[in-house]
């Protein structure tokens, strides 16, 4: 399977615990993005990287939110001190070349914080 | 900031009928891109428009861009089941991040 692939798929976890997902983007695209999606709502856009560079981060992404692209390759967005409010799907996409491509979703990642 | 809003946000129609959704930007737009969202699934690109009042049709899908590039259309003639879902616009703003809309969730009496 050669499109954006996330792990994990769903994650349940208790309120304070911190929780980590990992997104493999399609291996020739250069741009990763990382959004949020609820119940009823368009995805929420948090943040994105060229290469292992992240150019731009919402505002939604407090404190708690991190996400890195070492080497230009997987990604990982990890939330730290989870709360009820960070339920949702995570949702990680990729492109390739400039503003204007295409961009391909993964799964997603569904976190349910308890 | 920039703001992409989508109306209706529900469509109920009976199988067989037309369905449209009607996609607004608060700024213009590079280009405007539409996503289909299974239940359960994730968004998938379904096409992209760029120059302004550009018209595109996939089947039974018409596509308008509208001509200062800060409106856009999604028009199913004819639905069937296997077009239910929740349709998105989304529009590169200059910062080249996509903005999504909030969506119109289609359904469909057979």
């Known amino acids: 399977d050669t499109g954006v692939s996330q792990n994990p798929r769903h994650k349940i976890t208790k309120r304070g615990q911190n929780v980590t997902f990992r997104c493999d983007p399609i291996s020739e695209h250069n741009r990763l993005y990382w959004y949020r999606q609820t119940l009823g709502q368009g995805p929420e856009f948090l943040t994105y990287f060229q290469n292992e560079a992240q150019l731009e981060k919402s505002r939604l992404l407090s404190d708690r939110f991190s996400a890195e692209r070492p080497k230009g390759s997987f990604s990982t967005l990890e939330i730290q001190r989870t709360e009820q409010g960070d339920s949702a799907m995570y949702l990680c996409?990729?492109?390739?070349?400039?503003?204007?491509?295409?961009?391909?979703f993964g799964e997603g990642s569904w976190l349910t914080v308890v | 900031g920039q703001q992409v809003m989508q109306i209706p946000q529900y469509q109920h129609v009976q199988e067989g009928e037309d369905f449209t959704t009607y996609c607004n930007s608060s700024t213009t737009l590079s280009n405007i891109q539409w996503y289909k969202q299974r239940p359960g699934g994730h968004p998938v690109f379904l096409i992209q428009?760029?120059?302004?009042?550009e018209v595109k049709k996939q089947k039974r899908l018409t596509f308008q861009f509208g001509e200062a590039k800060k409106n856009s259309s999604l028009h199913i003639t004819a639905t069937q089941t296997t077009d239910v879902g929740t349709y998105f616009c989304a529009g590169y703003s200059s910062a080249s991040k996509i903005i999504f809309g909030s969506g119109t969730r289609l359904s469909i009496r057979p």
């Open positions: 428009l760029v120059k302004s009042g």
């Open positions: 996409a990729s492109s390739f070349g400039t503003s204007g491509n295409t961009i391909y």
